[in-house]
């Protein structure tokens, strides 16, 4: 039985990091283990031009404590107002590595998104122009439509048309929820990819919903039925270069989290890695976590794999981690897989 596994260190493609008090208490949490990561746009407000992100590029690394070593990859939130010239300028300098599309209401703090497509079109055709890739939020936000079929709808409306217009366009497709995303994923043609979270391969809308509301384990996209789980586990643990980590670690206090309108996010940057080992020793395939975690995406993004290596080691006793992280905004909690994790990660 194999107890240790040493990986190159992994990235992040898809985290929020928030700002202030609540970006220096959870930034050091992401930090410790990943070597990058790309750093979700919606402040309040959002970061929209190529200014915004370098601010918010210098916020992030004046947060990062000494001696912890960490690139921030930044994103522009795609609004109706973007200029194009401008989203170049900051690529070409190297100050972004992606923009966001939020369909507008999908989410928190997407109040800015795109509601028109024609209106972002000179955008999506200048970022295919320089290859930069853009990150979907794939939800569609039409009140009629059922909150559990709003990221199907999303591919067969709004992401194959809009692939068809462009489809030169680099695409991510975020925090994959259903196996329609996976499969479309997996068969489409021209350059597309999809990150899956750590917490929707470890759970389904039961544990959210079964015995209780469980606030924590409420997120956007909203996890799905048993089956489209195992749906994300076969994609994850497939070596398929298209599907890699994106964490989508979303923190928010447990005042605004366990409420009677509460917030979506789950917050796993701190224990993401113990889960991974734990989902990837279950399914048989510690072997597939390194491309998942450290290899498939930074080739995708055109980055170089990291130099460095992280070691985990399965012990006989488990993982003592906080049940909440305190930040100087409040208490977050800690995504809680219902189980205890037995990889320890090794210091450095
Ligand atoms: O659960 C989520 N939380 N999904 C998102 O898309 C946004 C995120 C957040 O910013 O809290
Ligand atoms: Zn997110």
Not at 145 to 171: G, H, M, N, S, Y
């Amino acid at each position: 039985m194999m107890t240790r596994l040493t990986l190159r260190r992994p990235d992040d493609w898809h985290v929020h990091l928030r700002d202030g008090a609540m970006l220096a208490g959870v930034l050091p949490e992401t930090a410790r283990h990943f070597g990058r990561a790309i750093i979700m746009p919606n402040l309040v407000p959002p970061v929209v031009t190529g200014a915004d992100a370098r601010a918010y590029r210098d916020r992030i690394m004046a947060a990062l404590p000494k001696g912890m070593d960490f690139t921030p990859l930044m994103t522009l939130y795609l609004t109706e107002a973007t200029d194009p010239a401008d989203l170049a300028r900051a690529a070409a300098e190297g100050l972004i590595t992606a923009v966001k599309l939020y369909p507008a209401g999908a989410t928190t703090n997407s109040q800015s998104g795109v509601r028109n497509f024609d209106n972002v079109m000179p955008v999506l055709e200048k970022m295919a122009e320089i290859g930069l890739p853009l990150c979907i939020h794939g939800e569609v936000t039409a009140a009629h439509v059922d909150i559990f079929d709003r990221e199907q709808v999303f591919l067969e409306t709004v992401l194959d048309p809009l692939r068809a217009r462009i489809p030169a366009l680099k695409v991510t497709l975020e925090h994959i929820t259903t196996s329609q995303g996976i499969d479309y994923v997996a068969n489409a043609s021209g350059d597309i990819a999809g990150t899956i979270t750590t917490h929707h391969l470890m759970i389904n809308r039961n544990h959210m919903l079964v015995g209780g509301i469980r606030p924590h384990y409420y997120c956007l996209p909203v996890a799905k039925r048993a089956s489209h789980q195992q749906a994300l586990r076969k994609a994850a643990i497939s070596g398929n270069s298209r599907f890699f980590l994106g964490t989508d670690s979303a923190p928010h206090t447990d005042e605004t989290k366990e409420s009677a309108c509460g917030c979506a996010g789950v917050f796993s940057a701190t224990n993401t890695l113990s889960c991974l080992a734990h989902v990837f020793e279950e399914e048989g395939a510690l072997d597939r976590l390194e491309g998942f975690t450290s290899l498939f995406g930074p080739a995708r993004y055109g980055l170089p794999v990291a130099s460095q290596t992280i070691t985990l080691e399965k012990r006989d006793t488990a993982v003592p981690y906080p049940a909440k992280i305190d930040t100087g905004a409040g208490p977050v909690t800690l995504f809680d897989p219902g189980h205890p994790l037995y990889w320890h990660v090794l210091d450095a």
